[in-house]
């Protein structure tokens, strides 16, 4: 009995281990399935809709705002707007699953020392696929993309260094169609 306790726990953990994504860095891809974040009115959000409805722009934790504009604290890199997470993290759903990820982040002007962005992909039910972490800072845009073996239905794009959650910012945003 104790042998087939244990057979069962390491079969658990043998599918949680290949369930993992096989997440390889991409180029700029072209997709109608793009946010630019210009059809926004510059302000604070809790949340909205994003890619021509496609999908939904969020916080995590549920907790202060999104901020969308431009300007000295984050100049756009397609104007007029941009997006950051100010003391929230983001989170991107999907209506459908996808397999490639990407878009251009920097680190807004705000005197936070947020030095990487963590993207976590996760699929329908909830369950982390793949998690990428890069460098990011503010004194450019940097595309950062990926394609997974696995498909998701959002990413959470989590700013480390900082003091507070957030503070990744974030323009020209897309998935593959």
Request: charged share 10%; with cysteine; proline share 8%.
């Amino acid at each position: 009995m104790r042998n087939l306790k244990a057979l069962t726990l390491l079969a658990a953990l043998a599918t949680t281990v290949a369930a993992q994504a096989a997440l390889a860095p991409i180029a700029p891809f072209a997709s109608p399935k793009i946010e630019k974040f210009d059809a926004l009115a510059p302000g604070a959000y809790a949340g909205f809709p994003g890619m021509a409805g496609f999908c939904g722009f969020g916080r995590i934790p549920a907790a202060n705002a999104m901020v969308v504009g431009g300007g000295a604290i984050l100049p756009p890199l397609s104007a007029p707007h941009a997006m950051f997470g100010r003391g929230t993290n983001v989170v991107i759903r999907l209506q459908a699953d996808r397999r490639a990820f990407g878009g251009y982040f920097r680190v807004p002007n705000a005197g936070i020392a947020v030095t990487h962005a963590k993207f976590v992909f996760k699929n329908v039910g909830g369950a982390v696929v793949g998690v990428a972490i890069a460098p990011i800072n503010n004194a450019m845009w940097l595309w950062r993309g990926w394609v997974s073996n696995i498909p998701f239905r959002s990413i959470e794009i989590h700013g480390i260094g900082g003091a507070l959650p957030g503070y990744v910012g974030m323009d020209d945003v897309r998935v593959n169609p």
